[in-house]
Antibody, heavy 116, light 107 residues
Framework: QIQLVQSGVEVKRPGASVKVSCKTS????????FMWVRQAPGSGLEWVGWVSAWNGDTNHSENVEGRITMTTDASTKTVSLELRNLRSDDTAVYYC?????????WGQGTLVTVSS | AIQMTQSPSSLSASVGDSVTITCRAS??????LGWYQHKPGSAPRLVIYAASTLQGGVPARISARGSGTDFTLTISSLQPEDFATYYCLHQYNYPQSFGQGTRVDIK
């Protein structure tokens, strides 16, 4: 069956970097793109970015401009999000999701806490 | 960037009630919109795509309509499993954006 399994909880200091991974199975990885969405405590869903597994194209939110890298690895069927120069307002649950535009399958979420 | 404005931000209803949520785009997005249901501790679930098409496995008491800038999601005869937060998401261009969410809770 289709699965997206994300890496575990992260606690980081302001200014540090974090890498969240999303290992996939059950479908043809290179035929899809992947979205990243986050939800800060007490807030709604926020679109973070999107990466194509077939050509590496990316798009991202202005809120993470200059601090984000999204990559895919077809050999391990894994999608990764790296966020640099972390700020307290980056504290959120980060979700990976399969698809372009309106994703249909989602990972379980990864809590990233940024605190001094 | 396109802004998505949802209303209301929350509502209370009883099992069996019908509720309608509105989502307005800051510019014409044709029918490039979906709706997600989100429950605490779970991943969001796609319930509607292309503004009005029901995703597979979603009960027919959920319906949606709209095009251009104005969209609605209606849940008729609310069931206990429908109590959740609902978000619209446009896919017209990048950056994509969600509405602020509408929390539907039990009266």
């Amino acid at each position: 069956q289709i699965q997206l399994v994300q890496s575990g909880v992260e606690v980081k200091r302001p200014g540090a970097s974090v890498k969240v991974s999303c290992k996939t199975s059950g479908f043809s990885f290179s035929s899809y793109g992947f979205m990243w969405v986050r939800q800060a405590p007490g807030s709604g869903l926020e679109w973070v970015g999107w990466v194509s597994a077939w050509n590496g194209d990316t798009n991202h939110s202005e809120n993470v401009e200059g601090r984000i890298t999204m990559t895919t690895d077809a050999s391990t069927k894994t999608v990764s999000l790296e966020l640099r120069n972390l700020r307290s307002d980056d504290t959120a649950v980060y979700y990976c999701a399969r698809g372009k535009g309106l994703p249909d399958y989602w990972g379980q979420g990864t809590l990233v806490t940024v605190s001094s | 960037a396109i802004q998505m404005t949802q209303s209301p931000s929350s509502l209370s209803a009883s099992v069996g009630d019908s509720v309608t949520i509105t989502c307005r785009a800051s510019q014409n997005i044709r029918q490039d919109l979906g709706w997600y249901q989100h429950k605490p501790g779970s991943a969001p679930r796609l319930v509607i795509y292309a503004a009005s098409t029901l995703q597979g496995g979603v009960p027919a008491r959920i319906s949606a309509r709209g095009s251009g800038t104005d969209f609605t999601l209606t849940i008729s005869s609310l069931q206990p499993e429908d109590f959740a937060t609902y978000y619209c998401l446009h896919q017209y261009n990048y950056p994509q954006s969600f509405g602020q969410g509408t929390r539907v809770d039990i009266k």
